[in-house]
């Protein structure tokens, strides 16, 4: 590598760590409720309007890497490329919408964020491939954890809503679902874990979000953290039928028992447990699809959407067009549907149906193709490599995601789904860089003898490490 190599990717590794980082701790900030004011440097950056930090440096080493040429050495492989290609897809219809529809203009500038996230899923790929997928995994859960972490800390002491001696996690929903989907990530990250930052990292998010998601107040924070913790099971026994890693299963285990008897025998401890008990025999226990009213609500979403998706096919009403499409709806007019009460903040809290109804038919297909082919992208990265832990986590995170995206409207217009499927795609990429170069190495030593094939052989054995 020349001297200029060294300092782009040097370079690189200053933005991916910075903006990754900023992705997560953007994920699980708290959330002022009510009368409750925050101080500025706890919410997400904003450069102008709707503009934030992130997206800000994003651009600027786009200009860099342009600006260098290196942009046109970026090869895009088939699967990635058809990933970014429906992201576009997904832009291009947001901006139909928008001119047929005539609606806000801030409309246009949803759509063209999905231009921001195909670069942005790119970008991060190569990012992966040059410092390796564990660090950029690392990264993300690291921004989460200190966001989760600071969240936790404003829930207790300002105490906005409590339930016995708890308080509720500032922002519910929002940061609740990324808690409870990191402990999930957390796992992930154990499993293709190359130091033992990793490990760290992985135990400290998965705490993290399993306590905050047990405050959330949430039915989906609670059921993404368990579906988690099934993932974390898999890696934990994984780890002790390995003769090598026997030691690390024992040590997890060992101190999840540790954590789990120090907390029940204090005070604390046990209050923290009888009301832990209390939200979820609330939340679950004596659930009743016909008197619940989020449960029902979120219900008849679907058939809300689908008498609006049976008006405009074609288009679907645009983004800032749900509220008064679904107030004219048979379904909302008969009682469903109550939470909307808003044009700015209304939304079917279901990422499918969210698409369905701003861009009709056409929206729904790609979302749902999107979604299929993230959940393939990980079974392509977990399932050959990683045996039978790696088949758990990948099932655990199809089905948290699955949770994800039909209990909140963010699954495609944040980084909570292009972040690890960058991470997937650089893992595939590795690979296939490296059965490449075990090729021309076992061609080498065919046609020249054995002593060609040591070089080829120890730069496969470098490549495998990043891969882990």
């Known amino acids: 590598m020349t001297g200029w190599d060294v300092a782009m990717d040097r370079i690189a590794k200053h933005f991916a760590f910075i903006i990754v980082f900023l992705g997560g701790w953007n994920f699980a900030l708290p959330v002022a409720q009510g009368e409750v004011a925050l101080p500025f440097w706890s919410q997400p950056i904003q450069v102008m309007h709707g503009v934030f930090l992130t997206e800000v440096l994003l651009m600027l080493y786009l200009l860099i890497f342009a600006a260098t040429g290196a942009a046109g050495r970026i090869r895009v492989g088939l699967g990635e490329g058809r990933f970014v ?5 997904l832009g291009c219809l947001g901006i139909l919408s928008a ?24 970008i991060v790929i190569r990012w992966a491939e040059r410092l390796g997928p564990a660090r950029i995994l690392r990264f993300l859960l690291m921004g989460i954890a200190g966001a989760g972490m600071l969240n936790l800390y404003y829930a207790f002491k300002i105490q906005w809503a409590t339930m016995g001696d708890l308080p509720f996690l500032m922002g519910q929903n929002g940061p609740g679902g990324i808690l409870g989907l990191a402990v999930g990530l957390g796992a992930w990250l154990m499993l293709i874990r190359k130091t033992r930052l990793d490990a760290v990292v992985a135990v400290i998010v998965s705490l993290v979000g399993i306590f905050g998601a047990s405050i959330s107040y949430s039915k989906t924070a609670m059921l993404l953290a368990a579906v988690g913790v099934a993932a974390w099971v898999a890696v934990i026994l994984a780890a002790m039928t390995g003769r090598q890693t026997r030691r690390l299963g024992a040590g997890l285990l060992a101190l999840v028992l540790i954590i789990a008897v120090g907390i029940s025998s204090t005070t604390a401890g046990r209050s923290y447990a009888e009301t832990f008990k209390e939200f979820i025999r609330y939340k679950f226990y004596s659930l009743d699809y016909r008197e619940n009213t989020s449960v029902e609500s979120r219900g008849l979403y679907f058939f809300s959407v689908a008498e609006i998706v049976a008006q405009h096919p074609l288009t679907g009403v645009g983004y800032s067009g749900f509220y008064e499409a679904v107030t004219q709806t048979v379904t909302y007019r008969s009682g469903g549907a109550v939470e909307e009460t808003a ?116 730069k496969a054995l470098s490549s495998a490490r990043q891969v882990h």
């Open 99 to 122: 001119a047929v529809n005539l609606t806000d203009l801030l409309d246009l500038g949803q759509a063209a964020r999905f231009f921001y996230y195909a670069a942005f899923l790119l």
């Open 343 to 458: 044009s700015r903040t209304a939304n079917p809290h279901n990422a499918f149906l969210y698409y369905a109804s701003a861009n009709g038919l056409p929206g729904l297909v790609v979302v749902v193709v999107l979604f299929l082919l993230f959940v393939d992208v990980l079974r392509r990265s977990l399932l050959p490599y990683y045996g039978n832990a790696g088949r758990v986590v990948w099932v655990c995170l199809s089905v948290a995601y699955f949770i994800h995206g039909n209990t909140l409207p963010t699954l495609y217009n944040t980084e909570v789904m292009y972040l690890p499927a960058a991470v997937a795609f650089s893992q595939l990429v590795l690979r296939s860089q490296l059965r490449n170069a075990n090729d021309v190495g076992a061609l080498r030593s065919k046609k020249c003898g054995r002593g060609s094939a040591p070089l080829i052989g120890m």
């Open 85 to 89: 290609l429906l992201i576009l897809g």
